[in-house]
């Protein structure tokens, strides 16, 4: 019967799970009476990608002001939640004795609400938030620190059991897998690297090449605090996969991490190595960094014009949504992302874009405005010929005779792919120009004469929340979702509207100067042998084979490759149930209950998460946005709450017949 016995269970007890707490502590009996058992090897609140106890060089990607766990009164709610302040407030209210007890006291200090805090501070801040939902639940709450290991039903058909890796065995009602980006098995590629490593043979490889004397090394995808880059000597030249977010962490921890330093040099950065450090040649499908951060906020351009989504509003939609024949996803009328979805997403970015601009250049004209309205419309009516290059190519026709500076025009396939068609002679041509590239993206991003770039910001997240809310709607096909929304879309939100702060990619470059960040440009491909991994560039003809490959990324989630023991168990015994795709999520009903192997609605399971298909994975927002993840968690919680009083009926009842059928069979015995 277990060890424990809980009415609800959380596997995985970071940000997700801490804000429906809050949600539930929200509520108008706090879920007094209840017994919440939270399960994570990491601290509760934290969790993982946030504890406190990592490298104080790894950053947070938004500004202070910019975070907050907390709803306010923007959120559209059934009830009133529990407010509390942003990060930017916590730091310097009611978190200050906090952090100077655990010797952050200094860096805290020299933050303020545009500041880049490090994750480290990020994780006081929710273990405060923490705190707060358990003085404002009246549930009974008991923390394991270990991790699931195996979960399987009950026997008698009602909750789970679910065994931890220290031997604890919890016997529940209702279970929540609230996890974020799980480990994966490796994908057959990153497998074959590994094992060329594992295999190269010092002593076979041939007199005078690289690195030939240590072997290859190669490192596959993986969460950055987690890595040890302690076998890469100081010196060696590694080839990096990846010039995302996951690259800065790597670059950083082996060159701060290893006792170098940047100091200032007029508005630039010069770096004083150590000596310790390698040498990063770095490529990737882009060939340059993410799209450092605006210098800049709305509160700096008084009067713009507000963004408000234009195309991509439920009330449009409708007239886009048709059957697709095969493409089709879960519902029964799904929205096609390549003719509908994918260009009114761009029209949402132009149309901000060239609004802004008219107003900032003070440019009377509205037929270009109307031009786009045009064409939105005729993708909603879903009228042939309608295809992107052809749109984008007559709006800008129309906008090149208004607009006489060249930089003022929108071309979203050259902010997302600007050196696609860059040819060098060689690879130290094309070195500069990517390495121009990004001192250009640096200086625009502080130019406030560019603000329209913030206008496109403000359309592109809009944009991208409403694609992912139609995705967890089920208007969005599985294979829409996985070929494009995962993909090309994500990947583009990520590159400018999740890039680096300005100080990161003034690191990179100060580095560059340094010698020990290089660029091999855009279109990156390798290829292994016995030698090592050989990188090429479409940009030029030179090749360049290194005996340390790094990939620089987050492994795609995937529920087939997730290595995570306890979704593997109950997998293993039919409990789930996986979408036929390639990189297959998890399968769940409008709710969020878990659908088993074949099919049935499990509603004392829940999922929620990266590898769930339709989870909102977010866990904290932007204050003052009305944020839907804030709603998100008060539907998920209000959906537990009521299958775990669903689950003690059940119980009570399974219980009341049992007792009836001993009470029978007693006295059946007795009359014989």
């Known amino acids: 019967m277990g060890d424990h016995r809980a009415d609800l269970s959380f596997i995985g007890a970071g940000p997700k799970t801490l804000g429906i707490l809050l949600a539930i502590a929200a509520g108008q009996d706090a879920g007094a009476g209840l017994r919440i058992h939270l399960i994570d090897p990491y601290p509760a609140g934290p969790g993982r990608i946030w504890r406190t106890d990592q490298s104080p060089h790894l950053w947070m990607n938004s500004r202070t002001e910019d975070i907050t766990i907390f709803p306010d009164e923007t959120c559209r709610l059934e009830r009133p939640g529990i407010e509390g302040p942003t990060l930017d407030e916590w730091i310097h209210g009611p978190g200050r004795d906090r952090l100077a007890a655990a010797g952050l006291g200094a860096e805290a200090a020299r933050l303020d609400s545009q500041s880049f805090a490090s994750r480290r501070i990020q994780g006081h801040y929710l273990s405060a938030a923490f705190e707060t939902a358990l003085d404002r639940l009246a549930a009974e709450v008991e923390i394991h620190t270990a991790r699931a290991e195996a979960v399987r039903r009950s026997d008698d058909g009602i ?15 209702v279970l929540v897998s609230a996890q974020g980006h799980l480990d994966m098995h490796p994908a057959a590629e990153d497998a074959d690297l590994a094992a060329r490593a594992a295999e190269s043979v010092p002593a076979a490889a041939s007199e005078g090449e690289q690195g030939t004397a240590t072997g290859l090394h190669y490192q596959a995808p993986g969460y950055t605090a987690d890595l040890d880059f302690s076998g890469i000597p100081a010196g060696a030249e590694v080839l990096t996969r990846g010039f995302g977010l996951a690259f800065l962490d790597f670059m950083v921890m082996v060159t701060e991490g290893r006792g170098g330093r940047f100091a200032p040099a007029g508005d630039d950065l010069v770096y004083r190595p150590s000596g310790e450090e390698p040498v990063l040649w770095v490529g990737s499908s882009r060939g340059i960094s993410y799209c450092p951060k605006l210098g800049y906020s709305r509160a700096d351009v008084p009067g713009a014009p507000t963004v408000e989504l234009r195309y991509l509003r439920h009330d449009r939609l409708g007239e886009g949504a048709r059957p697709v024949g ?97 040819v060098c002679a060689d690879l130290a041509t094309a070195e500069a120009k990517v390495a121009e590239h990004i001192e250009d993206r640096l200086r625009r991003s502080a130019d406030m004469g560019h603000s329209a770039d913030l206008a496109v ?98 492994a795609r989630q995937s529920a087939e490759r997730a290595a995570d023991p306890a979704l593997e168990s109950l997998r293993a015994n039919g409990g789930l149930r996986l979408e036929d795709s390639a990189h297959a999520k998890l399968r769940t009903d409008g709710v969020g209950h878990a659908l088993d192997a074949e099919g049935a609605v499990q509603t004392d399971l829940f999922l929620l998460g990266p590898a769930v298909s339709g989870a909102t994975a977010e866990a904290f927002s932007r204050p003052r946005t009305g944020a839907a993840v804030f709603a998100d968690n008060e539907r998920i919680a209000s959906a537990i709450l009521a299958s775990v009083m669903s689950s003690a009926t059940a119980s009570t009842t399974t219980s009341a017949r049992h007792a009836a059928t001993a009470g029978a069979a007693q006295r059946q015995l007795l009359a014989g």
């Open 326 to 422: 095969d493409r089709a996803g879960s519902g029964d009328r799904v929205i096609d992302f390549r003719t509908v979805l994918g260009p009114l997403f761009e029209l949402e970015l132009t149309y901000a874009h060239y609004r802004h601009l008219l107003w900032k250049r003070d440019i009377d004209a509205p037929g270009l405005l109307a031009r786009i309205d045009e064409t939105a419309e005729q993708v909603l009516a879903a009228r042939p010929g309608v295809e992107v290059s052809t749109v984008r190519d007559a709006i800008t026709a129309c906008a090149r005779e208004v607009v006489t500076d060249p930089a003022d025009l929108f071309d979203l396939s050259r902010i997302d792919r600007p050196l696609d068609d860059l």
């Open 159 to 173: 909750g789970f059991e679910v065994t931890t890796s220290t031997g604890t065995v919890i016997s529940t009602r």
């Open 457 to 554: 910001f403000e359309a592109l997240v809009k944009a991208y929340v409403q694609v992912r809310s139609l995705v967890r709607a089920g208007a969005v096909s599985v294979r829409d979702r996985t070929e494009f929304v995962e993909a090309g879309l994500h990947s583009l939100f990520s590159f400018i509207g999740s890039g680096p702060p300005p100080f990161r990619v003034k690191q990179i470059l100060a580095l560059h100067e340094a010698g020990l960040v290089r660029f091999l440009g855009p279109g990156l491909s390798i290829e292994t042998s016995a030698s090592g991994f050989t990188a090429r560039s479409t940009a030029h003809p030179q090749a360049r084979t290194f005996t340390h490959l790094v990939d620089a990324r987050l």
